[in-house]
């Protein structure tokens, strides 16, 4: 992956607060809506969802999803020229009050101090979803599959 791809997927983490999730809900595709927060090191992503949401259902340790993000729509710009990355990634519950825990929901109220009402609900958990590959589109005609080992260089592509 060059530099520069690298660099952009960063920014477009960096700049959006939320992504698109493809998840499987009742044996058939389901798509969510949800803030997130980047890990430090850009190997995935923290989410704080409500067990009770549809989407939920396909958050289940272990289970394979597919991530969408895209930079936002403007008045004027080309809908093809939307930079977006798809990512495939692999679902880790939190457990509540563990120290991953912990560090994902301090993680979370300091980008979204407004859902701190959420972590008072018992329907509400954490899950951080773990980047495995996926696909960089930098425009049209610009698309860069994003390999395993691509994942690691996220972070140190400055």
Sequence with gaps: MLKSTARAIRELLDDQRLLAIA??????????LLPFVVLPGYEGVV???SRLSKHTQGLTAGTRIGVLLHEQYAEGMDPLQIKRAMLECIVHPL???????????????????????????????????????GLWVGGFGRAVEIEPEDIAKLATHR
């Design 23 to 32: 998840v499987i809900a009742d044996g058939a595709p389901y798509a969510g």
């Design 47 to 49: 989410v704080h969802a």
């Design 95 to 133: 457990e509540r009050k563990s120290p991953e825990w912990e560090e994902g929901r301090g993680w979370y109220l300091e980008r979204f101090p407004d859902s701190r009402i959420t972590f008072n609900l018992g329907d509400f958990t954490l899950y951080r979803l773990e980047f495995r590959k």
